[in-house]
């Protein structure tokens, strides 16, 4: 792989480059204002790792030629881990709660009705789930590379850990995906439309910045952990060691059958599983499978989600939810 950006270039020139850098150098804690000066000299000044930054901004400039390996090799990992932190606070303290303002602003409420509102409701489930993603990070996948840091195998393998939150990035790309297909379908009626069509792409914008962090997570930063596991465990440490099998994914495009129509229209009614069995003859088991169905189905995973989906196409009518 040949990088695109080296430590003699100057960082204006990095970041006039590519409109993406403005997201990392602020990650990083550099500012704006630094003249001329090239990256390493503009990287010293900030007190942050110059081969790091390089190793970020290469990857982020060309991700699918990008060799995680390779970079790992200049990667100080406790800069690269402040990095992401510093993402997640950019985006659960910033980011989102700024698209939801301008979310509120955009859509009539008073015309919207219900539909209006299970908008907000959506998008708060989303964001609620990029956080909980990210405070997973936060609190137990970080800890466990910095106990490793210090020299100590916890008794978890790093691949257990990542085992039980991988889904996670699947599943916030999966409702980012329906997000938007949401407001694209229902938005009501009297909507400022440029107001609305300007949020939504800053949702294509905050769903891109998303998705190339979790990748980022998942190769770079996977992979400097993985070297410093198998040092640490060379040095002779050692411990119980763990493994769960994680769960495929897949998606269909066939049509809801009849039944499964009365379980989403159920659901959108506000039911649980437990009444929605009892009010159509059947198991919980069975509600529980159904639903599962659905979800394949129509890739929609919230109940937010399915509600308007019922709305729209006529399953309930918006007096009943």
């Known amino acids: 792989m040949t990088e695109k950006y080296h430590r003699n ?23 704006l204002g630094f003249g001329d000066h090239s990256v390493a000299d503009t990287c010293s000044a900030a007190g942050v790792d110059t081969a790091t930054f390089l190793a970020v901004v290469n990857y982020v400039k060309d991700e699918t030629h990008s060799r995680p390996d390779a970079l790992a090799d200049v990667v100080s990992l406790p800069a690269l881990m402040q990095y992401l932190k510093n993402s997640h606070s950019y985006f659960v303290d910033y980011r989102l709660p700024h698209i939801r303002r301008q979310l509120i602003e955009a859509i009539d409420y008073s015309a919207g009705g219900r539909i209006a509102f299970l908008i907000l409701r959506f998008y708060d489930e989303w964001a609620a789930e990029v956080a ?28 257990s850990i990542v085992c039980r939150h991988e889904d996670s990035h699947s599943s916030i790309e999966k409702s980012i995906a329906e997000l938007k297909s ?11 439309a ?69 379980i ?58």
Not at 135 to 149: G, I, Q
Not at 182 to 192: D, H, R
Not at 243 to 257: M, T, V
């Open 9 to 31: 270039d100057p960082m204006s020139d990095v970041i006039s480059d590519d409109y993406r850098m403005l997201q990392l150098i602020n990650r990083f804690g550099i500012t």
């Open 132 to 159: 909980r993603h990210m405070e997973y990070e936060n609190t137990s996948v970080h800890p466990y590379v910095e106990r490793l840091l210090h020299g100590v195998l916890p008794a978890e393998t790093f691949e």
């Open 182 to 192: 949401i407001i694209i379908k229902y938005s009501p009626t009297g909507t400022n």
């Open 194 to 262: 440029q107001h609305l069509s300007d949020v939504l792409m800053e949702i294509y914008m905050a769903e891109e910045d998303l998705l190339l962090h979790c990748r980022l997570e998942d190769t770079l930063f996977a992979e400097c952990v993985r070297r410093l596991e198998r040092e640490v465990r060379q040095r002779g440490t050692t411990a119980d060691i763990g493994n769960n099998e994680c769960p495929a994914d897949y998606s269909s495009n066939e049509e809801l059958s009849e039944r499964e129509k009365e």
């Open 264 to 321: 989403v229209a159920e659901v959108a009614r506000g039911l649980s599983n437990k009444a929605i069995a009892e009010a159509l003859f059947i198991s919980v088991n069975t509600v529980m499978t159904h639903r599962r169905n659905i979800s394949r189905k129509l890739s929609i995973h919230s109940t937010a989600g399915l509600t308007i989906y019922a709305i729209a196409n006529g399953l309930v009518s918006l007096e009943e939810v």
